[in-house]
């Protein structure tokens, strides 16, 4: 195929569709797709139950949905359970204690390997280790640590003893990270001294440090010695100092279905993240299926799913999922391009991957860096690839078939949020494909494109992707703000629907093609920041008085962030403000706010209730219609 073709192929990509290899829909876990849809739809509860019997549980439900409380769904009320039993427990009762759940490779190429029966002895020595320091069942812990096996090893243990969890992606910086441990009260903090990345080590106890300092009710920080940096052990304690002598028999705890689970914050709409709340029963009950059916896990499977355990991509589908589904996950540590272009393939073909799942940014970079590179590697071993996290263009979407897949291997272009839990609108390996479209509904989830008004739009127009049926893996509530759970996902657009915050079309195979965001949550290289986050991070900065932060179109990163900065009185905007400016956005978020350029303003377009149009200054930026500007005071 030459390069005019594939582009050709690309522009008319709504019309053509791939159908899966005969070989691979045949031998699907999921039996039929059409006849599952139809299931899902007609028996929603029973769809669901039948799922949740693959699980063992330690009392059996009353109810599977209980929707007395709307939009305060729950699921599986009265059972017992525990998602860690699920995870790690009763595998060793089975030939699987000495299957490989968890190969991790470091930057520098050194790779760690551990059996179901080892992860789950390091997982009750840790569960112990937290016992020891206090940590009881509805306790939270923080866990700020790089794509290592410690992560998931302090994830489960806090989960085994009923603690609950609440992992801020290590890549966010000081200010990022303050917030989050102090909205969840965290007690205890388990983070790592530093990571490697880019052939250089990472201090990562230092933004640890500086958060910590302002957070009183931390009584303890656990460093995982990774990095070999020397750092600071004032209050702290070394993970492996603590694991020796901890002893590896740990009782798992009875929960209650609707327990909490973990906390995840993410990026609305105002400068302060929601924590978003999951729980055991149906959590676990979603992320399986969606992992059995989607990515069709076989027992000689060895799947990697290259996000980073910070993100809910990596709790559900690095961690949690994986190890219910029993497979082999792996966790790379490194850059992806590091030493060289070739590395993710070079990874794939060393550790015989067959299940390959990363972003549209990520596709991107490495089309970029061109053909060769995973030409190189003998990347046959793939037998699925998959695609989340934004949407996939469908120049990226062919390169990806092509060149990594070989034309064998179906993509699962999967839709979902770190609300959602687990997989909403996606392909399964019997659904005809087209690329750039999350293709349909997973069984048991129904969705709608809507208007302001919640009445259902035409085929082709878009408008609010919305979810019209509750499922087990969704959000319960947003961690101390029951009323902005509601605000933020039903009550925005009448109707009782749960509103993505996503705008979407659907074409007329009933195929949704999912556009980007409605609100002001941008997507930078696949990672969900708001612009008041953004914003709120420049006015902490003694020049600013106030900011205002757009998405601008970015060709591989899908976006990056623009800043329109009024300065305060006495201040100039220079060239070495903006790099000043620069350099504090990034020290409170990290580095991966990025803000490509920054323009000094006297004033901003607002609303005479003083909200800022960011809509406007994006439509100026960008050339575009500034739409209806009536709201607009100056
Ligand atoms: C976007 C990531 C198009 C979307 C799992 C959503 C996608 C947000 C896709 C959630 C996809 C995720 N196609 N857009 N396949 N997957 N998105 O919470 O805007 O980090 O609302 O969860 O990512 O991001 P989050």
Same mark, same amino acid.
């Not at 009320?77 to 699920?86: F, R």
């Not at 992992?167 to 989050?180: D, P, S």
């Not at 303003?601 to 800022?612: A, D, E, Y």
């Given at each position: 195929m030459t390069e005019e073709t594939i582009k050709t192929e690309a522009l008319m990509s709504e019309k053509r569709v791939?159908?899966?290899?005969?070989?691979?829909?045949?031998?699907?876990n999921i039996v039929d797709w059409e006849a599952a849809l139809k299931r899902g739809e007609e028996d929603l509860e029973g769809f669901w139950e039948d799922a949740a019997k693959e699980l063992e549980w330690f009392g059996k439900w009353d109810k599977v949905l209980d929707d007395s409380g709307k939009p305060f769904y729950k699921w599986f009320t009265g059972a017992k359970c525990n998602i860690v039993h699920n995870a790690l427990d009763r595998h060793i009762k089975t030939p699987l204690k000495g299957k490989v759940a968890i190969i991790a490779e470091a930057e520098d190429g050194k790779v760690r390997k551990f059996t179901y029966a080892q992860l789950h002895k390091e997982v009750c020595k840790f569960a112990n280790v937290l016992k020891s320091l206090g940590i009881k069942k509805g306790d939270r812990v923080a866990i700020y640590m790089p794509n290592i096996p410690e992560i998931a090893i302090a994830m489960l243990a806090t989960v085994k003893i009923g603690a609950i969890h609440s992992v801020v992606f290590a890549g966010y910086g000081e200010g990022a990270l303050k917030i989050r441990i #102090? /909205?969840?009260e965290a007690k205890i903090i388990v983070c790592a001294d530093g990571v490697g990345r880019g052939g250089k080590k990472i201090n990562l106890k230092d933004t640890v440090d500086k958060a910590v300092a302002q957070c009183p009710a931390i009584k303890k920080t656990i460093v995982v010695k990774n990095a070999g940096l020397d750092v600071d052990m004032a209050n702290c304690a070394w993970y492996h100092e603590l694991m020796e002598t901890a002893s590896d028999k740990c009782e798992t705890?009875?929960?209650? $279905?609707?327990?909490?689970?973990?906390?995840?914050?993410?990026?609305?709409?105002?400068?302060?993240? *929601?924590? =978003?709340?999951? =729980?055991?029963?149906?959590?676990m009950v979603g992320v399986n299926r969606t992992l059995r059916w989607v990515f069709d896990i076989k027992p000689q499977d060895i799947f990697w799913c290259a996000a980073d355990p910070g993100w809910v991509t990596g709790h559900s589908y690095i961690v949690y999922g994986p190890l219910l589904a029993g497979t082999t996950t792996l966790m790379y540590e490194g850059h992806p391009t590091y030493p060289d272009p070739g590395r993710m393939w070079d990874i794939i073909e060393r550790h015989s991957v067959t299940i390959l799942y990363t972003a549209p940014t990520m596709i991107r970079m490495l089309m970029g860096l061109g053909d060769e590179w995973p030409k190189k590697h003998d990347l046959n071993t793939l037998r699925l690839l998959g695609s989340v996290g934004e949407p996939i263009n469908p120049e990226a979407w062919m390169w990806y078939y092509k060149n990594v897949g070989g034309e064998r291997c179906p993509i699962m272009d999967t839709w979902w949020q770190t609300e959602t839990g687990m997989f909403m609108l996606t392909p399964t390996p019997q659904t005809p494909l087209k690329p750039g479209s999350a293709t349909k509904p997973f069984p048991g989830v129904q969705a709608k494109i809507v208007d302001n008004d919640g009445k259902e739009v035409e085929t082709g127009k878009?408008?609010? @992707?919305?979810?019209?049926?509750?499922?087990?893996?969704?959000?319960?509530?947003?961690?101390?703000?029951?009323?902005?759970? *509601?605000?933020?996902?039903?009550?925005?657009?009448?109707?009782?629907?749960?509103? $993505?915050?996503?705008?979407?079309?659907? /074409? #007329? /195979?009933?195929?949704?093609?999912?556009?980007?965001? $409605?609100d002001d949550v941008l997507k930078i290289a696949g990672h969900r920041i708001g612009t008041a986050e953004i914003e709120s991070a420049f006015v902490s900065h003694k020049a600013v008085a106030e900011a205002a932060v757009i998405g601008i179109p970015d060709e591989v990163k899908g976006e990056t962030?623009?800043?329109? =900065?009024? @300065?305060?009185?006495?201040?100039?905007?220079?060239? #070495? @403000? =903006?790099? /000043?400016?620069?350099?504090h956005v990034r020290k409170e978020l990290g580095p991966l706010a990025i803000i490509d350029s920054i323009k000094f303003v006297g004033s901003l377009p607002k609303t005479r209730s003083g909200k800022i149009m960011r809509r406007v200054l994006k439509a100026r930026e960008l050339g575009l219609d500034e739409g209806d500007t009536s709201a607009l005071v100056d």
């Amino acid at each position: 195929m030459t390069e005019e073709t594939i582009k050709t192929e690309a522009l008319m990509s709504e019309k053509r569709v791939f159908n899966p290899p005969k070989k691979i829909a045949e031998n699907a876990n999921i039996v039929d797709w059409e006849a599952a849809l139809k299931r899902g739809e007609e028996d929603l509860e029973g769809f669901w139950e039948d799922a949740a019997k693959e699980l063992e549980w330690f009392g059996k439900w009353d109810k599977v949905l209980d929707d007395s409380g709307k939009p305060f769904y729950k699921w599986f009320t009265g059972a017992k359970c525990n998602i860690v039993h699920n995870a790690l427990d009763r595998h060793i009762k089975t030939p699987l204690k000495g299957k490989v759940a968890i190969i991790a490779e470091a930057e520098d190429g050194k790779v760690r390997k551990f059996t179901y029966a080892q992860l789950h002895k390091e997982v009750c020595k840790f569960a112990n280790v937290l016992k020891s320091l206090g940590i009881k069942k509805g306790d939270r812990v923080a866990i700020y640590m790089p794509n290592i096996p410690e992560i998931a090893i302090a994830m489960l243990a806090t989960v085994k003893i009923g603690a609950i969890h609440s992992v801020v992606f290590a890549g966010y910086g000081e200010g990022a990270l303050k917030i989050r441990i #102090e /909205d969840a009260e965290a007690k205890i903090i388990v983070c790592a001294d530093g990571v490697g990345r880019g052939g250089k080590k990472i201090n990562l106890k230092d933004t640890v440090d500086k958060a910590v300092a302002q957070c009183p009710a931390i009584k303890k920080t656990i460093v995982v010695k990774n990095a070999g940096l020397d750092v600071d052990m004032a209050n702290c304690a070394w993970y492996h100092e603590l694991m020796e002598t901890a002893s590896d028999k740990c009782e798992t705890e009875r929960m209650d $279905s609707e327990d909490i689970l973990y906390i995840l914050y993410t990026s609305g709409t105002t400068g302060k993240p *929601k924590g =978003v709340i999951h =729980v055991h029963g149906g959590y676990m009950v979603g992320v399986n299926r969606t992992l059995r059916w989607v990515f069709d896990i076989k027992p000689q499977d060895i799947f990697w799913c290259a996000a980073d355990p910070g993100w809910v991509t990596g709790h559900s589908y690095i961690v949690y999922g994986p190890l219910l589904a029993g497979t082999t996950t792996l966790m790379y540590e490194g850059h992806p391009t590091y030493p060289d272009p070739g590395r993710m393939w070079d990874i794939i073909e060393r550790h015989s991957v067959t299940i390959l799942y990363t972003a549209p940014t990520m596709i991107r970079m490495l089309m970029g860096l061109g053909d060769e590179w995973p030409k190189k590697h003998d990347l046959n071993t793939l037998r699925l690839l998959g695609s989340v996290g934004e949407p996939i263009n469908p120049e990226a979407w062919m390169w990806y078939y092509k060149n990594v897949g070989g034309e064998r291997c179906p993509i699962m272009d999967t839709w979902w949020q770190t609300e959602t839990g687990m997989f909403m609108l996606t392909p399964t390996p019997q659904t005809p494909l087209k690329p750039g479209s999350a293709t349909k509904p997973f069984p048991g989830v129904q969705a709608k494109i809507v208007d302001n008004d919640g009445k259902e739009v035409e085929t082709g127009k878009g408008g609010h @992707l919305a979810i019209t049926t509750p499922w087990p893996a969704m959000l319960r509530t947003v961690y101390k703000n029951p009323e902005r759970y *509601k605000k933020t996902y039903w009550q925005e657009v009448p109707g009782g629907m749960y509103i $993505s915050g996503d705008i979407a079309r659907k /074409d #007329e /195979d009933g195929y949704f093609w999912v556009q980007g965001r $409605s609100d002001d949550v941008l997507k930078i290289a696949g990672h969900r920041i708001g612009t008041a986050e953004i914003e709120s991070a420049f006015v902490s900065h003694k020049a600013v008085a106030e900011a205002a932060v757009i998405g601008i179109p970015d060709e591989v990163k899908g976006e990056t962030g623009k800043a329109f =900065v009024i @300065l305060k009185k006495g201040f100039a905007g220079n060239a #070495e @403000l =903006v790099e /000043d400016l620069k350099k504090h956005v990034r020290k409170e978020l990290g580095p991966l706010a990025i803000i490509d350029s920054i323009k000094f303003v006297g004033s901003l377009p607002k609303t005479r209730s003083g909200k800022i149009m960011r809509r406007v200054l994006k439509a100026r930026e960008l050339g575009l219609d500034e739409g209806d500007t009536s709201a607009l005071v100056d």
